[in-house]
């Protein structure tokens, strides 16, 4: 079965370019966690949905980020204008809701902003 | 609010060492503790979890065990291998909720 699936896998661009990393959950899954991790402040929640409802976002930075999910097979992470310090690695998790809610996790988006 | 304090790393141990990590935690109820790795390059994995008091989850030879009197949920392993090199992250996710806190990692490695 396939994974959380994430693109790009690596995204290099420049300060002031919009960015726009991409999530596909497992199928079934109706949770879906944006994280991003950083040396300096670890691993950190963005935002979660559940049945492609934004639940809580107040790990959003700030008005620069935007998250949405149109379907259950698709979420996108936009940073728009994105600056040097948004350069992390930002991982989508995805979990179904019943029972004990383990979180599979995508291979991460590298993203540097130069 | 809810939150997770792990050892401080870098941790680096021999092959066949005896492994522990230590975790403790902040939380209101009766949270489920996870411990998750990372190995270079990919996105976290769950190890091991643990959902009620004095549970002890397992996999892969590594335990940790809930202990509630002392907020605890420590990761040992009796004898590591160089392929358990990684960054390990302990984390809760509280009593009804869905969020799960993370530990800051623990970054271990063996040397054969």
């Known amino acids: 079965d396939a994974g959380v699936i994430q693109s790009p896998r690596h995204e290099v661009t420049e300060m002031g370019q919009e960015v726009t990393l991409r999530c596909k959950p497992i199928?079934?899954?109706?949770?879906l966690f944006w994280y991003r991790q950083t040396m300096m402040r670890g691993l950190e929640l963005l935002i979660y949905f559940n049945n492609n409802v934004p639940i809580d976002d107040s790990g959003m930075p700030e008005d620069r980020f935007s998250a949405k999910m149109p379907n259950a097979s698709f979420s996108t992470l936009k940073i728009q204008p994105s600056e040097p310090r948004d350069s992390a690695v930002y991982f989508c998790?995805?979990?179904?809701?019943?029972?004990?809610?383990?979180?599979?996790f995508g291979p991460g988006t590298r993203l540097t902003v130069l | 609010g809810d939150s997770v304090t792990q050892m401080e790393g870098p941790v680096t141990l021999s092959e066949e060492a005896f492994l522990t990590i230590n975790c403790t935690y902040t939380?209101?109820?009766?949270?489920?503790l996870f411990w998750y790795v990372q190995y270079p390059g990919e996105g976290l994995q769950l190890l091991l979890k643990?959902?009620?008091?004095?549970d002890k989850g397992s996999n892969k030879g590594f335990e940790a065990t809930y202990r509630k009197e002392t907020t605890s949920f420590h990761l040992e392993k009796g004898s590591v291998q160089v392929s358990d090199s990684a960054v390990y992250f302990c984390a809760l996710q509280g009593q009804g909720a869905q969020k799960l806190v993370f530990g800051q990692g623990t970054r271990l490695t063996i040397n054969p």
């Open positions: 199928s079934g899954h109706n949770s």
């Open positions: 998790a995805s979990s179904s809701r019943t029972g004990i809610n383990e979180q599979f």
């Open positions: 643990a959902t009620k008091a004095d």
């Open positions: 939380a209101t109820g009766y949270p489920s």
